[in-house]
């Protein structure tokens, strides 16, 4: 079977900062998803890649850039992280299109202070 | 709006008592996905249910696109089942991503 992992677990960072998470997984799958979670809002889509080097924009993409540098990896930078921020982002990927089984990542918790 | 909508927003039940969950779509879809996650976890993939019933353990999931909403029922709840469950759709159009409930949360108590 195979695996998705996210880097680092949790991540403090301060006010302004550039901030980058990363995720790699080894299903061979295409597409790769950036998700955010709040308390109370559920899951909002950041970015997501169809395949390497491709980047489409979610719901959510101001305040973010996002890099798919090869099909096993997709990373995610917050340009400038907020003051007292807390969320969990949440990496996911699926084989692609029209076969729609995502399997996720188990997150990375920020805390801005 | 909302395109999806989960309800209840929280339940509280005894062990052993049955749960039921519900997701209703305002959109159409391809597919409907439920999802587990405990405080503080990942989220475990529980059923891929484009449409029909499909059963796991004391899970089953019923998917009914015409009437725009899928049920999940945990049957002989148990301590454990305790956490969030969150309904996501993918939509007919921008089939290339998941769209979310705001989840319920579930809690068994002993």
């Known amino acids: 079977g195979g695996i998705i992992t996210q880097t680092p677990k949790f991540l403090i960072g301060q006010e302004g900062q550039k901030l980058t998470l990363k995720c790699q997984q080894n299903?061979?799958?295409?597409?790769m998803y950036w998700y955010r979670q709040d308390s109370g809002k559920g899951l909002r889509l950041i970015y997501y890649?169809?395949?390497?080097?491709?980047?489409q924009k979610g719901d959510l993409s101001e305040g973010y850039d996002a890099s798919r540098e090869k099909k096993s990896s997709f990373s995610l930078t917050v340009t400038s992280a907020q003051k007292n921020e807390m969320a969990v982002f949440l990496c996911a990927s699926s084989p692609g299109t029209g076969n729609s089984d995502y399997t996720f990542g188990s997150g990375t918790r920020l805390l801005v202070i | 709006g909302q395109q999806v909508q989960q309800s209840p927003a929280s339940l509280v039940l005894q062990e052993g008592e049955n749960a039921e969950l519900q997701c209703n779509f305002s959109t159409s879809l391809n597919s409907m996905q439920w999802f587990y996650q405990r405080p503080g976890g990942s989220l475990v993939s529980l059923f891929y249910?484009?449409?029909g019933t499909k059963h796991s353990g004391r899970l089953t999931s019923t998917t009914v696109i015409k009437e725009r909403r899928s049920s999940l029922h945990i049957s002989s709840s148990q301590t454990t089942d305790s956490g969030t469950y969150l309904c996501a759709l993918e939509r007919t159009e921008g089939a290339d991503r998941l769209t979310f409930g705001k989840g319920t949360q579930l809690i068994i108590q002993p």
């Open positions: 299903f061979n799958h295409d597409t």
């Open positions: 249910n484009p449409s």
């Open positions: 890649s169809i395949t390497e080097n491709d980047l």
